[in-house]
């Protein structure tokens, strides 16, 4: 890797230079972090004690401990020691967690379990539903938190997999300003100020500004983003929390690769070529922001409550000249190979695609009620509430129109001429409403057991549009989503867990190659039992265990006798079995780790169709690990070794199980310097991210019925310089 005549060579060789002159026993400014929040969240670096989805919640008010569900906190200090800036990036720590149609430039997705999160109900920001068709800023974010396995009573209307909930920071005395590079010349800038005006009254102010340097070429990018945070202690007994982000990006997309003729990778694949470029396409533009606001009263010791509201605005303008399929060229003209997927020769079609003012909106109001009580000898927390949501979706007539063919092997594919077509008039595509009631109630039974039930009345309205405004679909449904668990704690450092729980979600849409193309599915609904076991190893440093089987019904194309040779439907059942292990927090006073394991078998049943059986589906790799460690030498306190591993084995392309992607390992590195000048701290950050430059296939998922391949992102330097001022 050459680091020579760019932005990190120069800082590179600054950060030796105050490394040499600088007093490494001048005193660090201490800072005394304060909150107002009801649920505080204490944590030691790595480790997380609690969770605002165990807030207010479906697991009653409890720490994480004694929570009967798998979650896991990507804490703020690993944010900053790992840097990333994308969702993709985030999750590498967490091997329940796989891309799924993750492109560069554009907005991403994951799986959890082997389910991919649906991007209108899986994410949450202050534990209000988001649209996260957005790039998700980190800078503003005390943590990150992911529920693994069915959320029904915590969400209602979302895949199986899971949640993932974004935290904002919140007021403290801080001052910090953060300047950084990498290795490909991009400039990274970002403040995090706050302080408490008053005992009562405090502000958290972020704002970050990016300009990047894209290892695919092509594809440079830039963004803004600015967050505010506010906590108002308005009496003892009542406080009011507000949260605002608002983001603006640019960056044109990366298309995906397709298999070959359906079945096969391509051989010669590059990380850095944009497949499809024309030097008309523009970025793809996203606008976002994010807001919640929370109102906690403390009635007394035993009661408290919460009103929750939040607003989510996304508006996309997307462009691409998207690299898709062969329908149009030479190679596929027999019809022998489909015509959504490459030509066996590496031909592809280019389309030009605009689709400005795609605009996506949630808004939710929540009110929960969580309190203690006794009844004789048997002690109860009971958590009742009720939620309002509804997501609308507004589009202009897209322009979707071929332009011309090209190959994988060109070097700089042909120009062709845009589409002379231009978008048409908003129309309003999509209006979902959920209404819910829930409750739970804890049940202790002595000191060692304790018994969780509840259940979310579920009531769904959805309509959907045409291109004109015409009514498409109608979706109205009420559904009763259960829910219970069992924990039983010997010992105060060990908590096991059984629990069963239902959920409900949206059917997918059939892909337009199908004989009912465009026709979208009716709601399904999923079953999880889970066993768990937690430990506390010590005060800093805890251990997870989770065996977990979900079944959802089964959707896919079936190949039958119409003319287009495939049905969309939902026949027999997807079945994802797993054991998952998770380490995280500080093992020794110099080694902080996390380290998670998992073992997933997902399968296919009774779908009729037998190719489609005894094997992986597609994009969940039967093994999945990753470790970060983080290691201060013992002679040099102040510098820290950082380094991480992720392996993920073969990972199925195909829904036959023929065409699978290699299994992979890919290793990180960094180092950590802490100094202090003028009395103040300072923070060097060096992270190599695929140290050996090592190809590899991440990803083998699906969007829209169509199958894509995404190579992992060559080696990468970043380093970053904090200033405490």
């Known amino acids: 890797m050459t680091f020579s005549r760019t932005p990190l060579a120069l800082a590179l060789l600054s950060m030796l230079g105050v490394a040499h002159a600088t007093d490494d026993t001048a005193p660090q400014k201490a800072r005394t972090l304060s909150t107002v929040d009801v649920h ?31 979650i896991t906190v990507i804490t703020r200090a690993q944010i900053d020691d790992r840097q990333p800036r994308t969702l993709s990036e985030l999750v590498r720590g967490d091997s329940a967690i796989n891309d799924n149609y993750a492109p560069a430039g554009y907005y991403q997705d994951v799986s959890i379990r082997g389910f991919p999160l649906d991007l209108a109900t899986g994410f949450r920001f202050n534990g209000m539903i988001m649209s996260a068709e957005q790039l998700l800023a980190l800078e503003g974010k005390e943590r990150v938190e992911v529920l693994k396995g069915l959320g029904g009573l915590e969400a209602g209307v979302v895949e199986p997999g899971g949640l993932i909930n974004y935290v904002s920071k919140r007021p403290a005395e801080v001052h910090t300003l953060t300047i950084g590079t990498d290795s490909h010349g991009s400039s990274y800038e970002a403040v995090d100020l706050g302080t408490w005006f008053t005992p009562s009254f405090g502000v958290r102010v972020n704002a970050a500004n990016e300009k990047t340097h894209a290892a695919i070429e092509h594809t440079d990018g830039r963004r803004s983003f600015v967050s505010i945070g506010a906590d108002w202690k308005i009496t003892d007994q009542a406080t009011l929390l507000l949260d605002t982000d608002y983001q603006t990006s640019g960056q044109r997309s990366a298309s995906g690769y397709q298999l070959l003729g359906g079945t096969q990778i391509p051989e010669h694949p590059s990380r850095t070529r944009l497949l499809g470029y024309e030097p008309w396409q523009r970025p ?39 690299a898709y399929g062969c329908f149009y060229a030479a190679s596929c003209a027999s019809g022998a190979t489909p015509g959504y997927f490459f030509a066996p020769n590496g031909d592809y079609d280019v389309y030009d695609f605009r689709s400005p003012d795609d605009t996506r909106q949630n808004d939710e109001l929540r009110a929960v009620l969580t309190g203690t009580f ?121 908590t ?184 103040h701290a300072m923070t060097w950050r060096l992270n190599v991210d695929n140290v050996f430059n090592h190809f590899y296939w991440r990803d083998t998922g699906t969007s829209g019925g169509d199958s894509y391949l995404f190579p992992g992102m060559p080696r990468l330097a970043r380093l970053s310089m904090t200033y405490d001022f």
């Open 284 to 322: 793809v533009g996203i606008h976002s922001s994010n807001t919640s606001l929370r109102f906690n009263y403390r009635f007394n010791d035993s009661w408290n409550a919460q009103v929750s509201a939040g607003h989510s605005h996304t508006v996309i303008d997307d462009n691409v000249a998207f």
């Open 374 to 494: 006794a009844t004789g000898s048997i002690d109860h927390e009971l958590n009742v509430g009720a939620s309002a949501f509804r997501r609308t979706v507004d589009q202009r007539a897209y322009v979707y129109d071929y332009v011309g063919t090209a190959n994988i092997d060109d070097r700089v594919p042909p120009y062709f001429d845009p589409s002379p077509n231009e978008p048409g008039p908003s129309e309003r595509r999509l209006t979902s409403w959920q209404r819910t009631l829930f409750a739970i109630d804890r049940v202790h039974l002595g000191e060692t057991w304790q018994v969780l039930a509840g259940a979310r009345l579920v009531k769904l309205d959805e309509r959907a549009y045409d291109d004109t405004g015409a009514l498409e679909r109608d979706t109205r449904m009420t559904k009763t989503l259960p829910q219970a668990a069992v924990l039983w704690q010997p010992i105060a450092p060990l």
């Open 40 to 70: 505080a969240t204490t944590s030691t670096g790595y480790q997380a004690a609690d969770s605002q989805l165990d807030t207010f919640g479906s697991f009653g008010s409890a720490p994480l401990h004694d929570t009967p569900a798998a």
């Open 496 to 679: 096991t867990y059984i629990s069963y729980g239902e959920g409900l979600s949206l059917g997918r849409e059939a892909p337009y190659w199908t004989s009912n193309g465009g026709t979208t599915l009716a709601p399904l609904q999923s079953r999880q039992v889970e066993a768990g076991v937690k430990y506390a190893v010590s005060d800093a440093l805890d251990l997870q265990a989770a065996v977990y089987r979900i079944r959802q019904a089964y959707q896919f194309a079936r190949p039958d006798d119409t003319a287009e040779g495939f049905t969309f439907v939902q026949q027999g059942q997807e079945v994802h079995t797993g054991l998952e292990l998770n380490l995280a927090g500080r093992v020794t006073d110099n080694l902080r780790l996390t380290a998670s394991a998992n073992v997933i078998r997902a399968r296919a049943e009774n779908t009729g169709t037998p190719d489609y059986e005894d094997h992986q589906v597609v994009n969940v790799p039967r093994w999945r690990t990753a470790v970060y460690a983080d290691y201060s030498l013992p002679f040099a306190p102040q510098l820290a070794v950082l380094g991480g591993w992720r392996y993920a084995g073969t990972n199925v392309a195909t829904p036959n199980g023929d065409t699978r992607v290699p299994a992979y390992h890919v290793f990180d590195a960094g180092l950590r310097f802490v100094t202090a000048v003028g009395g």
